[in-house]
């Protein structure tokens, strides 16, 4: 038998045990790889994930980590690759990370980190025929170089959360992506919620040269190079101003989670460390939640901060894309742009009765449970992603 399908079958049988929610029966899913192996188009994917650790051994497509890291209790933002492998049997493709299915043996390589452009390269001179595809899953954040076509000259295709540069031949508009339903949660009635919390690490940010970074193969505009010295648009100091803010208030009120609060003398007092488990399951104490993303402007990514607020049952206070309520309501979050300062906007949600909140968390609940949201759930992401997938192999 193939040795990619003896590898999905032994994957298969292993996310069956850890994931069982998740995945369709055991022998049903044995029954299709199985039938992969009388079936010459097989077609066997690689994917490079996000990150080196945590995601290997096909963790990826489980919806887990196998690291220990401040980010490890949150893996509801992959349910949309679980659903990637699920739905590959059914068009015939072995989906596994570059551990299980090495890229030398893959038929496509699937790259969902940066890799420097001269390692695609010598991978596509390694293996001709073999077709190189970029995820973009990174925030713009002094990044904007990644998003020069002159750095994706190696990839046959790029999937992006850039509209402009969607073209539906070459690039692929990549979505922001929700949970699985099952993950909604119900918080604590109103009078019993504190008033808001923000969730994320608190650093210092350090400007760069870009040097270093030329000099691995990124090819750089005069606007790319500005974007990675100056970072333009960046919130990593809001945030910090913001959680320095949120400690001022009177008997508490706001909370501080993550790496680095306890390190400020303004913020030790309202530090609650780092969290043992999924946002999804505290942050519907609180009122508000504040999904800010590192990066602001109509091209940043849409990361799992407002979604993880919807599930979660609070009301987000959004920061990020300009165009967000392209994809999710203006009744169904706070935009954080219409307050000047973060001490204005706190002052606003303090002071806030419940028919306000009530208002926009209804407007949430509605949202996230109508059939407007299906197109942003694991499974519309799925099927479109291995759709075009298949369309890029020559199947479609």
Same mark, same amino acid.
């Given at each position: 038998?193939?040795?990619?399908?003896?590898?999905?079958?032994?994957?298969?049988?292993?996310?069956?045990?850890?994931?069982?929610?998740?995945?369709?029966?055991?022998?049903?899913?044995?029954?299709?790889?199985? #039938?992969?192996?009388?079936?010459?188009?097989?077609?066997?994917?690689?994917?490079?994930?996000? $990150?080196?650790?945590?995601?290997?051994?096909?963790?990826?497509?489980?919806?887990?980590? /196998?690291?220990?890291?401040?980010?490890?209790?949150?893996?509801?933002? /992959?349910?949309?690759?679980?659903?990637?492998? *699920?739905?590959?049997?059914?068009?015939?493709?072995?989906?596994?990370?570059?551990?299980?299915?090495?890229?030398?043996?893959?038929?496509?390589?699937?790259?969902?980190?940066?890799?420097?452009? *001269?390692?695609?390269?010598?991978?596509?001179?390694?293996?001709?025929?073999?077709?190189?595809?970029?995820?973009?899953?990174?925030?713009?954040?002094?990044?904007?170089?990644?998003?020069?076509?002159?750095?994706?000259? %190696?990839?046959?295709?790029? &999937?992006?959360?850039?509209?402009?540069?969607?073209?539906?031949?070459?690039?692929?508009?990549?979505?922001?992506?929700?949970?699985?339903?099952?993950?909604?949660?119900?918080?604590?009635?109103?009078?019993?919620?504190?008033?808001?919390?923000?969730?994320?690490?608190?650093?210092?940010?350090?400007?760069?040269?870009?040097?270093?970074?030329?000099?691995?193969?990124?090819?750089?505009? /005069?606007?790319?190079?500005?974007?990675?010295?100056?970072?333009?648009?960046?919130?990593?100091?809001?945030?910090?101003?913001?959680? *320095? %803010?949120? #400690?001022?208030?009177?008997?508490?009120?706001?909370?501080?989670?993550?790496?680095?609060?306890? /390190?400020?003398?303004?913020?030790?007092?309202?530090?609650?460390?780092?969290?043992?488990?999924?946002?999804?399951?505290? $942050?519907?104490?609180?009122?508000?939640?504040?999904?800010?993303?590192?990066? %602001?402007?109509?091209?940043?990514?849409?990361?799992?901060?407002?979604?993880?607020?919807?599930?979660?049952?609070?009301?987000?206070?959004?920061?990020?894309?300009?165009?967000?309520?392209?994809? $999710?309501?203006?009744?169904?979050?706070?935009? #954080?742009?219409? &307050? *000047?300062?973060?001490?204005?906007?706190?002052?606003?949600?303090?002071?806030?009765?419940?028919?306000?909140?009530?208002?926009?968390?209804?407007?949430?609940?509605?949202?996230?449970?109508?059939?407007?949201?299906?197109? &942003?759930?694991?499974?519309?992401?799925?099927?479109? &992603?291995?759709?075009?997938?298949?369309?890029?192999?020559?199947?479609?």
């Amino acid at each position: 038998m193939d040795r990619a399908v003896k590898v999905a079958q032994r994957a298969f049988v292993l996310r069956s045990r850890s994931a069982a929610s998740t995945m369709q029966p055991l022998n049903d899913g044995l029954r299709k790889v199985s #039938a992969c192996a009388n079936n010459a188009e097989i077609l066997r994917v690689s994917v490079v994930p996000p $990150i080196s650790q945590g995601f290997e051994n096909d963790a990826l497509f489980q919806s887990r980590r /196998l690291d220990q890291s401040s980010h490890s209790p949150n893996v509801h933002w /992959l349910d949309c690759f679980a659903e990637v492998y *699920k739905r590959g049997y059914e068009s015939n493709m072995v989906f596994g990370t570059a551990d299980v299915i090495p890229k030398e043996n893959a038929d496509i390589v699937i790259y969902m980190n940066q890799v420097d452009p *001269k390692d695609v390269v010598a991978q596509k001179l390694k293996c001709p025929g073999q077709r190189a595809i970029l995820v973009m899953l990174e925030t713009a954040l002094g990044a904007r170089y990644t998003l020069n076509p002159k750095n994706h000259v %190696a990839y046959d295709a790029v &999937f992006t959360y850039v509209l402009p540069l969607v073209d539906g031949m070459r690039y692929f508009f990549l979505p922001p992506r929700a949970f699985y339903r099952h993950r909604i949660n119900t918080g604590v009635p109103f009078e019993q919620r504190r008033i808001g919390c923000l969730v994320g690490t608190n650093r210092r940010f350090r400007y760069r040269s870009g040097v270093f970074t030329m000099r691995k193969g990124w090819k750089f505009s /005069l606007r790319d190079w500005i974007d990675y010295v100056f970072c333009p648009g960046e919130l990593i100091s809001l945030r910090s101003e913001l959680g *320095k %803010a949120c #400690a001022t208030y009177p008997n508490g009120g706001f909370d501080l989670f993550g790496e680095g609060w306890d /390190l400020l003398p303004e913020t030790r007092n309202v530090c609650l460390g780092i969290p043992r488990q999924s946002t999804l399951t505290y $942050i519907g104490r609180y009122r508000y939640y504040f999904a800010f993303e590192n990066h %602001a402007g109509d091209y940043g990514l849409i990361s799992e901060r407002i979604w993880d607020a919807l599930w979660g049952d609070t009301v987000p206070v959004y920061l990020g894309h300009t165009g967000i309520d392209q994809f $999710i309501p203006r009744e169904c979050y706070i935009d #954080a742009r219409q &307050f *000047k300062k973060p001490r204005e906007m706190l002052d606003w949600l303090y002071r806030a009765p419940e028919s306000t909140w009530e208002k926009y968390h209804t407007a949430g609940r509605e949202f996230i449970r109508s059939s407007a949201v299906e197109k &942003f759930l694991p499974e519309a992401f799925a099927e479109c &992603f291995v759709r075009q997938i298949a369309a890029i192999a020559g199947r479609g």
